[in-house]
T-cell receptor, first 111, second 112 residues
C-alpha cells in the first residue's frame, strides 16, 4: 500500500463548479497535511495546510481532514480555468519531519 | 530574486559523466531537501539535511550524493550519470517552525 494515495485523474469539472480532490494516507500517526498545486513543468506551490480534524477555509479553497478515516480532501469552489493543474497531497508522519507526496490528481476545468 | 534558486535549469549530459546540481536559498530555513519527479511516480525524496552537519538518505539515494556547504547551500551530485536518472529535480526548504516546503524552480536533467 502506498503511503499517500490519490486518484491520478484527470478530474474534469465545468467552470464555476466545485472540484473535490481526495487523498488517503496509511500512517495513523501522521500529524501534518498539505496540498500543493503544480502547473505542468513548474514547481509545486503550497496552497493549504491542515493539522487538526475538520475544515479549514482559505478563499475558494477548503481543506478537510478526518484522521479516524485517514482521509484528507481539498475543495475548490467556483473553479476557474486557471485552476487546471495537478494537485499533490503531502503528509508528514510521526517525527520524521519530511513530506511524503502522493502522485497527484490532474484537474481540468472546462469552459 | 527567487527564495530558492536551482542551477542549472536544464542540462543534457552523457552516460558516465559526473554532474552537480546546485541549490541556494535566501529564506533562512535550516532544512533542505532534494526530490526527483518522474511521470506517474510523483516526487521521491533523494536526500535531506536538517542542518549543516546533518545529512540523511531518502528513499532513492543510490547513485547520488550531496553536500551541505552552508546553511543556504545544498548540492546534489550524480557520480556517474545513467539514463534512468533522467528526471525533473527539485530542491526544497523548510523551517523547524513551519513544515510547509518552498520549492525551487527545478532542474530538468537528461542523461543520454
Amino acid at each position: 500500500q502506498k503511503e499517500v494515495e490519490q486518484n491520478s485523474g484527470p478530474l474534469s469539472v465545468p467552470e464555476g463548479a466545485i472540484a473535490s480532490l481526495n487523498c488517503t494516507y496509511s500512517d495513523r500517526v501522521s500529524q501534518s497535511f498539505f496540498w500543493y498545486r503544480q502547473y505542468s513543468g513548474k514547481s509545486p506551490e503550497l496552497i493549504m495546510s491542515i493539522y487538526s480534524n475538520g475544515d479549514k477555509e482559505d478563499g475558494r479553497f477548503t481543506a478537510q481532514l478526518n484522521k479516524a478515516s485517514q482521509y484528507v480532501s481539498l475543495l475548490i469552489r467556483d473553479s476557474q480555468p486557471s485552476d487546471s493543474a495537478t494537485y499533490l497531497c503531502a503528509v508528514i508522519s510521526g517525527t520524521a519531519s519530511k513530506l511524503t507526496f502522493g502522485t497527484g490528481t490532474r484537474l481540468q476545468v472546462t469552459l | 530574486d527567487a527564495d530558492v534558486t536551482q542551477t542549472p535549469r536544464n542540462r543534457i549530459t552523457k552516460t558516465g559523466k559526473r554532474i552537480m546540481l546546485e541549490c541556494s536559498q535566501t529564506k533562512g530555513h535550516d532544512r533542505m531537501y532534494w526530490y526527483r519527479q518522474d511521470p506517474g511516480l510523483g516526487l521521491r525524496l533523494i536526500y535531506y539535511s536538517f542542518d549543516v552537519k546533518d545529512i540523511n538518505k531518502g528513499e532513492i539515494s543510490d547513485g547520488y550524493s550531496v553536500s551541505r556547504q552552508a546553511q543556504a547551500k545544498f548540492s546534489l551530485s550524480l557520480e556517474s550519470a545513467i539514463p534512468n536518472q533522467t528526471a525533473l529535480y527539485f530542491c526544497a526548504t523548510s523551517s523547524r517552525q513551519d513544515n510547509g516546503y518552498t520549492f525551487g524552480s527545478g532542474t530538468r536533467l537528461t542523461v543520454v
